[in-house]
C-alpha cells in the first residue's frame, strides 16, 4: 500500500525503515493527516511484523518540528480540543506498544510532538552535530507536552531534568540530552544507520533512573519539589497571565504514580489551555514571528566580511554577534582601550553561549578581530557604523570613509532614531546608506530594525533584510522616520513613567504597574538599562515632529552623569548589575498608573499604523513584542486594542486627556479601530 507521507522499506535483515517525507511542506509536522496516515502504515506493518521498525526523517531539516499548529487554531471547543489531543495519545500509544523494537533515528529538529513520538520508541539515537536538536517547547505556545511527553519524557529523564526541558521549552543539543537520558546514543551522521541496526539487533537494557531521580519522584518528595519550580517560574511569569507552567507542575505532582491516569489528565490540562486567552495569543506571536523571518532571505546576501565602527558596549556587542554568527569581523574604534573592552566582552558572551564547547569559543574569538586603524573598511562587504547619536559627527565619519569602501559595500548606520535622509546629505552615494538598529542587550533581543530612506537602493534594502536572518535575528522593515518604530512607541510609555516619578510616585511603584499588565521589566528600569543620555537622545528627535516633551528629571540626571546601569546610578542605585529598589514602597491607585503607561504606548501604535511606518498591524505587533517584550500573551499593542475593544481604550485615552492634558489627545487613527 503507499501513502502520502509514508514510505515503508524493508531491508535483508528484516528492519522496517518508515520514511517520513510530509508532501507539500518544507518540514515534517505531525498533522491529523499525518497520524491517520502513521496508524494505517503500523496496521500493515504488523500484520507481517519485523526484527524492528526505524523512524527516518526524509527532509534535510530535521526529524519532526512538531504537532501542525494551524490545526490548534482551528479548535474552538474544549470537546474539539479532547478529540485531537486523544488522536495523538493513540498514535503514540501504538507505537509504544508495538511488539517489535521501535527507533527514533534522529538528525536536524525534533521538537514537540516529534520528540514525544521518538520518547514513545523503545531507543532513540541521535546526530552528534550542531545542528540536531532535541526539545519541548510547548510552554512558549501556553500550552505543555500533550501527547504523553510529560509522562515518558520523566521516565526517560527524572523529574528534575525533565520538568526543566519542558518548563524552559529550551532546546537541547545531542551531549546535554545524552546525559539527562532523552536519547539513547550520539552518533556522527555516518553511523546512525549502523546504530539503529545495533539496537535492533542487540537489543540493549534500556536505561533506568538512578535511585536519586526515584526518590524525587516519590510522592511525598514531588509537593517540597513542585514548591521550588513554582517559585522558579514565578519570577519570569505569572500565574494569571501564563498557567500552563503551573498546570504541568501540578499535574506531575498529583498524577506521576499512576502514569495511566497522569496520562488521562495530561489530556484534559492541555485541552482546557488549547483555547485560553494566553495559548490564542502565544500562538499568534509564533507566527509573528515566521513573518518576520520571511522579510528576509539569507542566501540574498552573504558577506564575507563585517566592519564595525564603535568599540563600546553597543558596537561591540554587534561585532561580536557577528562572529559569533560565523563571520569575520574587524571592529573599530579610536581608543584602544575601548577594544580592550570589546574583546572582554566578547568572550563572555561566547562562553554563555557555547558554554564549555572551548572550541567554539576559540573559533569565534578567531573571527573577531581589533581593528585600531580602520583597516578592515577596504575589505568589508558590510560597514556597521555605532557611534553615538549625533548626526554631525555620523556624517563627519561617513565623509572619511565612503572613498574607502569597496565597490558594491553596504553603509549601516546603527542609529536609534535619526532619519536616514539627514544622514546621507554627505554621501556621494546615498542609495549605499541603510539602517541595522540592533537592541540592547545584542545577544538577547531578537529584534533588528532594517530602515528604508528615501534613497536607499532596493537591492540594499534586501541584502540588509537577509544580513539581519544571516545573524539570525528577525528583521522588521521599517520607514525612516524620527524614532523608526520601535523607538517612537516605546518612549513616550518610558517618558510617562519619568513623568510621575517626578509627580512623587515611587519608581518601583511604576515598574511594578508595568509588571502587572505583563511587560518583562518595568519603564524606570528599562530607562536606566537602555541608558538615561540614549533616552534624552532619542527624545529630542522626536520632540521636534512628535507630542514628546522631555521631562527634566532625566535632562538632571543626565547633566550629573547619572546615565542608569552603565554609571551605577540612575532612577535606581545599581550594585553589580541590579537595581537597588524599596520593597516597601506603596501607592494608592496602580492600576491608573499601568492605565496612563499603556494608554501613551497603544495611542502611539495606532499612530505608526496610520503613517505606515511599517506595513501592517501584524508587523507593528511583531516589532513592539520582539522590540521591547510588550507582554506576549495580549499578542501584540494593536491586537490588545481589538481584544479590549477600541471604544472602550478611546473612552479611557478621553479620560486621561482631561486628568493629565494634551499629550495624551487620541490620534486619528483610534476612529479606524473602532
Known sequence: MSYKHWTIERDEDDICWLHLDVADSSTNILSSAVIAELSEALNEISQKLPRGIVFVSDKANGFIAGADINEFTRIETNEEAVAMLERGHDIMNKVESMPCITVAMIKGFCLGGGMELSLACTYRIMCDDKSTRVGLPEIKLGIHPGYGGTVRSIQKAGPLAAMNAMLTGRMIQGRAAKAMGLVDDLVPERQLKAAARHFIINKPSPRELGLKDKILNHRLVRPLLASQMKKQVATKASREHYPAPYKLISLWVKYMDNPKRMLEKEIESVASLVTDYTARNLVRVFFLQDALKAQGRKKDFIPQHVHVIGGGVMGGDIAAWCA??????????????????????????????????????????????????????????????????????????????????????????????????????????PGRLVGIHFFNPVALMPLVEIVEGSNTDKDVMTQALAFGRQIDKLPLPVKSTPGFLVNRILMPYLLEAVEMVSEGIAPEMIDRAALNFGMPMGPIELADTVGLDVCRSVADILSKTQNVSLPKRISMLVDNKKLGKKTGEGFYKWVKGKPIKDKNASYADVKEVENRLVMRLLNEATACLREKVVENEDLVDAGVIFGTGFAPFRGGPLHHIHAEGAAKLSDRMDKLRKMYGDRFSKDEAWSSLE
Open 324 to 429: 559569533l554568527r560565523g563571520f569575520k569581523t574587524t571592529v573599530q574604534d579610536r581608543e584602544p582601550a575601548m577594544l580592550a573592552g570589546t574583546m572582554k566582552r566578547s568572550l563572555t558572551m561566547f562562553q554563555k553561549k557555547f558554554k564549555k564547547d572551548r572550541r567554539s569559543i576559540r573559533e569565534s574569538m578567531d573571527r573577531l578581530i581589533p581593528d585600531h586603524k580602520g583597516l578592515g573598511i577596504e575589505h568589508a562587504d558590510l560597514v556597521i557604523e555605532a557611534i553615538f547619536e549625533d548626526r554631525d559627527v555620523k556624517q563627519t565619519l561617513y565623509k572619511s570613509i565612503e572613498p574607502r569602501m569597496k565597490e558594491g559595500a553596504i553603509l549601516a548606520t546603527n542609529t536609534s532614531s535619526i532619519p536616514l535622509e539627514e544622514l546621507a546629505t554627505c554621501l556621494n552615494n
